[in-house]
Structure formats: structure tokens, C-alpha cells
């Protein structure tokens, strides 16, 4: 105020006769400005300090309990549990306030005026609780997009487990599923195997379901290489997931839709789901479209398709379908391990560990054992599989 004031009033007095008055009005101005910017590093200060002292009192909380903090307060509540308290965080960060005794309890007080309104206003109307899954971008602008066509449009989202293994088939599953289930997330980040057999069960049993899925052997992936076997078993789900027949039998009259570690052929598809609501369905490609996971799309694809790199990741179909691919092939290693229990495949599922290298070495390569793949393809083996020397 002073500075302007200097200026506005005195500025031609100072710059003919008092040059004095020009470097006060000068210091003026840069003591303002620099007031002004401290002024803004204090509060940054304080946010920074508040969103601080905020995270320590959140990292005591269980993760559900950051949930249901996050749902009142409108916020996203997927992610682990450092995320959710970084965003808790940022979210009710503000000035210091004379209250010094403000607690986790008080977040609803410490947001600012606005959120704490709309917070509010949604109490009142109250909305179906978030589920906690991947969401459906892609899927959605699909749909969308296709809208105004004759014909309903239905998702697949494809993905496949078994590509790095020693040992072991490729599995590549495709999967219509219209309800969220919370946890459906890329399969690979699901740790505990446990936890992937139990949303297995969820998304076979959710309404609408229908899915498919194809393995390719490894005397298969030697004979096409591992890339070619992932893309041909991606197109024989995608192609099973729309010819929905949960009752293939054999000539004796037995089901042959089921994974199983005693059968022989070189490649395979079982399927399951909701056969009746696939009936509702025209079975022609303009009705479909296929979310891929990765960067490259089969050949010959019996619908249209694109592919989604980390779409596992990224796109909920997708996510689902690498859950069905990943517990498949895990319960099929584990089959296999009863056959070979010398390689303990039910530990690493075929991959190439210290363990099953040794194991390899000592007693030679079984039958499901990919020996096309490094370092087995550099390395001498009889008919019995044992390795000479």
C-alpha cells in the first residue's frame, strides 16, 4: 500500500527533485513482493506440515477403514494402502487452526467449505457403495460409440498366463463379465494364490458370466514358438467365449469340459458361464469386440479386436480374464506336480528357478517341459528326457 501510494502521489516530485523518494518506493516494492511470497511459502509450509502430521495418524488405521474415510469424502478407493493415505492426505490438507487437538474423527472439519457442502448434498441422496475393482474406460467408450447401432455390443476382455514357464502349458482365457466384483485387478499383483482361487470362484459364479478358456500345450509351443501358441490360444477363447457349449462330450458320453493335466491333446478350449444369456445374443462379429492385453491381436479373429498394453492393468474385463487364465494354469501345475513330483512344479508353476534348473539337471526333462526355451534348447536330452552329458 505504502509503495503505491508513493507512487501514485510523489512520483513526480521524486524523479525531478527528490531521487531519494525513488529508492523508498523501490525498497517498498520488493518488501511487498517479498512478503507476499513468504507469505505463500508459509502456507505451503503448513500444508506440507498438516498433510504430515495426516499421515501418521492415517497409517495406524486399518485399510478398510481408509476406505470408508475415502467414500465419505466422495475420493477413488482403489490402491494400496500408502496411496490411500497420500490421497487422504492431500484431500484434508489446510492452514493451521486454532484447534490442536484435531483428530482423524474431525476430517469432515478440516476439508475446505465447499467439499464439505457437497459432502452434504451426496449424504442426502445416498448412492450404491463403490466397488473396488478396475474400471471399464475402454469398454465404456465402446459402448457408447455404438450406442445408436440395431445391435447390442458386447465386451471380451482377453489375456493369457503361462508365457515365461520352463514348464507347463500357456492358458489364455476371454471373458464376458457384466457385474463388478471387488478385487478384480491384474492377476500378477494378486499375491496370495488363495485370494486368486476365491475371485476365481466369484466372477464363474457372478450373473451373466460367460467365459472360455484355451490350453496350449507345451509340445504345441515348441512347434509354433511361445508367441504364435499365446496368440492362437487367444483367438481359440475369444472364438470359444462366442460358440458358448458347456456340454462337449466325448464318444463315451464323458464331459470333456474341463482343464485336466491327463489330457493329451496338443491344444484345448473349455468354456462355462450363462449359456442361456448368450442365446440373447446375435452370434455374428459386428456384435462383439475383443479388449486384448498387450500389443498384438491374433490373426484371423472370429470378432473385431484391439489390444491394450497392461490392459490387465488398466481395463476390468481384461483384469478378469487374467484371473481365469492365471488359477487355470496354477491348478493345472499342480496336477502336474503329482505326475512329476521330482520338479516340484506346484512351487514355481514351471518357471525356471536355481530349484528346478538343479531338478532338471539331476533327473532330465518331462514331457511338459519346453524344450525350445533357454536354457533347455542348449542342452542334450535322450528319449527318457535325461539329459547326457
Sequence with gaps: ????????????????????????AQHCTTSTVQYRRSAR????FFAIRNASQLSEQYDSLKVSELRDLLRQSGLAVSGVKSVLIERLALATESPPT?????????????QPKAKRARKKSVSETPSPPAVDCL????????????????????????????????????????AIVPTNISGITDSKKITKESERERLYEEIIASPGIRYAVAVVSAQRIDEINILQATLEGMRMAVEGVMNIDNEKQDRN??????????????SYVITGGDIAGSNSVKNQPSSYHSLIDGNKVPKEMPCPCESLIKGDSREYSIGAASILAK??????????????PEFNLKQHKGYGTAAHMSAVRKYGASPI????????????????????E
Design 253 to 266: 458320453g464323458k464331459k470333456m469340459n474341463a482343464a485336466s493335466a491327463e489330457r493329451k491333446d496338443l
Design 41 to 44: 511459502l508459509q502456507t505451503k
Design 1 to 24: 500500500f505504502f509503495a503505491s501510494l508513493i507512487f501514485s502521489d510523489t512520483s513526480a516530485i521524486a524523479h525531478k527533485h527528490h531521487p531519494t523518494f525513488i529508492m523508498m
Design 327 to 340: 488359477v487355470t494354469r496354477d491348478r493345472l501345475m499342480h496336477e502336474y506336480d503329482l505326475k512329476y
Design 369 to 388: 517341459h519346453r524344450r525350445t526355451f533357454a536354457p533347455l534348447k542348449h542342452m542334450e536330452f535322450d528319449e527318457e528326457g535325461k539329459v547326457i
Design 135 to 174: 474400471p471399464r474406460t475402454l469398454e465404456l467408450a465402446l459402448l457408447s460409440a455404438h450406442k445408436d447401432s440395431n445391435t447390442n455390443l458386447v465386451i471380451i476382455g482377453v489375456d493369457e498366463a503361462g508365457r515365461g514357464p520352463l514348464a507347463g502349458p500357456v492358458v489364455a482365457a476371454a
Design 98 to 110: 486454532t484447534n490442536n487437538d484435531a483428530t482423524i474423527e474431525d476430517v469432515g472439519n478440516l
